[in-house]
């Protein structure tokens, strides 16, 4: 059984409590009335589907309820990191520098 | 047609287990589902007789009364006494939200050496007494639904779970201690 990391219950539950919620960090866009269909359309559909390391959000939904993020290699299916909701994109443990060069 | 409505306890009459693992449904109880930001905790506390407890996996008590943590700004507060548990929560003033589940819920009470391994039929938590020590809690999953779980003794649990699914985890417990040492 797959253990998933809660940062808010502190330690590792059953991947049976959680439910994956998507990509983590997308932003929706200040001036959301104003932006064109096309830039709509990217920040509402279209996802990046990443093979390897992906920055995802999860859900503790039968525990704790809260949302977070997670740093979650897709291949392997190893997770890497969770920290809390809110906190900007953390880097890659262990990796000498940012995986693509994201920061947002 | 009746005049009053009666109180009808959904697992009256239950009873199970084996040697090793007693299981009998608890009595009813006034309850409810408390949110609140952490400015709100320490009046909440005041009014509600208990300290609300702030860790993951803790809970407190005082008299009839328990809080159970189940997330960072969410409480089961259960009352086997007289109840007043919204009331309570109102008169503190502080902005909060408290529903009133007494209904909603029922519980199970397990008990003997072999009740962690039952509940461990079909809850993937770890229950050892390092991982899960006296008065720790949890919302977390038996079987197909999801419980609020709570250590009251060594070898001693109260499953709270929605009364629809009351019959489920009574079933589910039963034959579940049948496998347990």
């Known amino acids: 059984m797959l253990l998933i990391h809660c940062p808010y219950c502190g330690e590792s539950r059953s991947e049976l409590e959680f439910r994956w919620a998507g990509e983590a960090h997308i932003?929706?866009?200040?001036?959301?009335a104003?932006?064109?269909?096309?830039?709509?359309?990217?920040?509402?559909?279209?996802?990046?589907?990443?093979?390897?390391?992906?920055?995802?959000?999860?859900?503790?939904?039968?525990?704790?309820?809260?949302?977070?993020?997670?740093?979650?290699?897709?291949v392997s299916d190893k997770f890497l990191l969770s920290y809390k909701a809110g906190l900007a994109r953390q880097p890659v443990p262990g990796a000498s520098e940012p995986v693509e060069g994201d920061a947002a | 047609m009746a005049e009053?409505?009666?109180?009808?306890?959904?697992?009256?009459?239950?009873?199970?287990?084996?040697?090793?693992?007693?299981?009998?449904?608890?009595?009813?109880?006034?309850?409810i589902s408390?949110?609140?930001?952490?400015?709100?905790?320490?009046?909440?506390?005041?009014?509600?007789g208990l300290?609300?407890?702030?860790?993951p996996k803790t809970s407190a008590s005082s008299g009839s009364r328990t809080a159970l943590w189940l997330g960072p700004d969410e409480w089961l507060v259960i009352d086997e006494g007289e109840g007043g548990l919204v009331e309570a929560a109102r008169s503190s003033g502080a902005v909060h939200s408290a529903t009133d589940v007494s209904h909603r819920n029922t519980a199970i009470l397990i008990e003997g050496p072999g009740s962690s391994d039952a509940l461990n039929g079909g809850c993937p938590l770890d229950l050892s007494l390092k991982a899960f020590p006296v008065g720790s809690c949890a919302r977390t999953l038996f079987g197909k639904i999801e419980v609020v779980l709570?250590?009251?003794?060594?070898?001693?649990?109260?499953?709270?779970?929605?009364?629809?699914?009351?019959?489920?985890?009574?079933g589910l417990l039963r034959e579940a201690a049948l496998d347990a040492e």
């Open chain 2, 4 to 31: 009053l409505a009666t109180r009808a306890v959904p697992l009256a009459g239950a009873h199970g287990g084996t040697a090793s693992v007693r299981l009998k449904p608890a009595s009813s109880a006034h309850r």
């Open chain 1, 34 to 74: 104003e932006i064109s269909d096309e830039a709509f359309a990217e920040y509402f559909f279209i996802r990046d589907n990443t093979k390897g390391i992906a920055w995802e959000r999860w859900r503790h939904i039968h525990g704790c309820g809260r949302f977070f993020n997670t740093i979650r290699d897709t």
């Open chain 2, 51 to 55: 300290s609300l407890p702030t860790q």
């Open chain 2, 150 to 170: 709570l250590r009251t003794g060594e070898q001693s649990f109260r499953l709270e779970c929605w009364r629809s699914f009351s019959e489920y985890a009574f």
């Open chain 1, 27 to 32: 932003a929706r866009p200040e001036n959301i």
């Open chain 2, 34 to 48: 408390l949110r609140a930001g952490e400015d709100a905790v320490s009046t909440l506390s005041t009014t509600l």
